[in-house]
């Protein structure tokens, strides 16, 4: 039988932790059907230390905080496969080197800025993303359509580093999950009607995914969604983020477990 460890997300490195780990513990539920699993909590440094001097097949993990990330990077020395690599993961640890990253590779982004504290020359609407490194250690998205709603946020604002994205007046917001190579699910989870009255760029599904999988494979990523910003001139991803919390997707335990039970199997 396979040995796979899990590796959650601490609290503190969650934006929402509470379906992170209703995630984490739905995807261990379901690999128990074809693995024995092993939970790690590097961070308290509490494992099955009967299985650190044994083979494990591979570890999931959703881990963002530098001791596990440390820790799993000593087991891919060993030759443990990890889902997410740790290097992908630390490609995506905060928005401005993630969209550095996919622009410097030819991948659409929309215009975009770094802001501490003063916002007074932006332009709306805008899309703010926290640099989590600099402020938190979890990561916020804020939508900004005039001023009146960065005096209603401010209270998010008076620390640390932020990226702002230039959006139009006419907008919609898609978030792609995959697993693999398979997209699992594409939610419109924005669209705005503002005074312009073009409307924003329609783009296939087929079309979305494909460019999805293409960022996800540039990343090196295995386990993600990918934010998208589709108006009138065109399809811009704002974000990619390795292991979301699939919320509203209720296949997503049983699409990951089967995956990594493919994944490790020898």
Not at 27 to 40: D, H, N, P
Not at 72 to 92: A, D, R, W
Not at 176 to 189: A, E, M, P, R
Request: net charge positive.
């Amino acid at each position: 039988m396979l040995r796979i460890g899990f590796a959650p997300r601490p609290r503190l490195y969650a934006t929402k932790y509470k379906e992170d780990m209703l995630l984490f513990r739905q995807i261990m539920k379901e690999t128990q059907k074809y693995a024995s699993v092993f939970l790690f909590n590097f961070e308290r440094f509490e494992c099955h230390t009967d299985i650190l001097g044994k083979d494990l097949d591979g570890i999931c993990s959703m881990a963002h905080n530098p001791t596990t990330l440390s820790l799993l990077s000593c087991f891919e020395t060993l030759g443990i496969q990890v889902v997410n690599p740790v290097s992908s993961v630390k490609k995506c640890l905060d928005t401005a080197s993630t969209l550095i990253f996919l622009q410097r590779r030819g991948v659409p982004i929309p215009l975009s800025s770094l802001h501490r504290r003063s916002f007074n020359d932006m332009e709306f609407p805008v899309i703010l993303k926290n640099i989590a490194s600099f402020s938190a250690k979890a990561r916020r998205t804020i939508i900004l359509y005039s001023s009146k709603d960065l005096d209603i946020h401010s209270n998010f604002f008076k620390n640390g580093l932020w990226v702002a994205q230039r959006l139009l007046e006419k907008f919609a917001l898609m978030k792609v999950y995959i697993v693999g190579k398979d997209v699992i699910s594409i939610k419109q989870l924005q669209s705005t009607v503002a005074k312009n009255t073009q409307k924003h760029r329609t783009a296939s599904l087929s079309e979305i995914s494909e460019a999805s999988l293409l960022c996800g494979s540039l990343m090196n990523l295995e386990i993600y969604n990918v934010e998208w910003i589709i108006d009138r001139e065109g399809m811009w991803v704002i974000d990619i983020n390795d292991f979301p919390s699939f919320s509203g997707i209720p296949k997503a335990p049983r699409v990951i477990a089967r995956y990594l039970k493919n994944r490790f199997q020898k």
